[in-house]
């Protein structure tokens, strides 16, 4: 059984939320992932809210390294007792320096992502952060980046471990952690893991 999901990046932000509907019992849960794009540590603070928009149980404070990425179940960053049988409500997520932020629904081991309502936006940058990527393990990420503009654009995709160090992958044929790309205008760059014959699983 294969599952596959897209991902759109969505801007570095300072406040955002998420719809959280967890039912443990049927393994229903809301996974988060969230990045420190940044050469300075961060502290994002996790909120539950209550269908009605109560505060649900106590806030939780997530420590950022540079450039770490840290991903978890919603039902494994607050206790039992706030989730208890089910949860339907929101997550919200703000901190004072910028970040990015993924949420993923899963429904047993089938899983899509969910969009993340941006309620604060950082100043805009150059910089694209994509919070989730998984390879290995029976895991693949492709990446698929278009031109829609009218001159060449050129740059570098950088993959970074979970604690912020630069990770070495097998994209394209190449084990490398940086690579770089040109692309002509209306024009597509495809990086993806590939078979022996330069096909990638997707």
Do not use: K
């Not at 759109?8 to 992932?33: E, F, K, Q, W």
């Not at 149980?57 to 540079?66: H, R």
């Not at 950088?158 to 205008?185: C, K, R, W």
């Amino acid at each position: 059984m294969l599952s596959q999901a897209g991902i759109i990046p969505i801007p570095m932000m300072t406040g955002g939320s998420l719809l959280a509907d967890v039912i443990p019992g049927i393994g229903r849960n809301l996974g988060v992932a969230i990045v420190n794009s940044a050469s300075a540590a961060i502290t994002v603070t996790l909120t539950l809210r209550d269908r009605s928009g109560n505060v649900a149980g106590a806030a939780v404070a997530l420590s950022l390294a540079p450039h770490q990425q840290q991903a978890r179940f919603v039902s494994e960053l607050f206790p039992a007792d706030t989730i208890g049988a089910g949860f339907l409500g929101s997550l919200r997520m703000q901190s004072a320096s910028p970040f990015g932020a993924l949420g993923l629904l899963f429904s047993g081991i089938e899983f899509s992502t969910v969009p993340v309502n941006v309620t604060s936006s950082a100043v805009a940058g150059a910089d694209v952060v994509i919070p989730q990527f998984a390879i290995g393990g029976g895991w693949a990420t492709q990446l698929a980046l278009v031109n829609n503009g009218s001159a060449a654009v050129s740059g570098r995709v950088e993959v970074f471990d979970t604690m912020g160090n630069l990770m070495p992958v097998g994209l394209n044929g190449t084990t490398q952690s940086s690579f770089a790309y040109s692309i002509s205008p209306g024009g597509t760059f495809v990086l993806a893991p590939r078979d022996a014959n330069g096909q990638s699983p997707f």
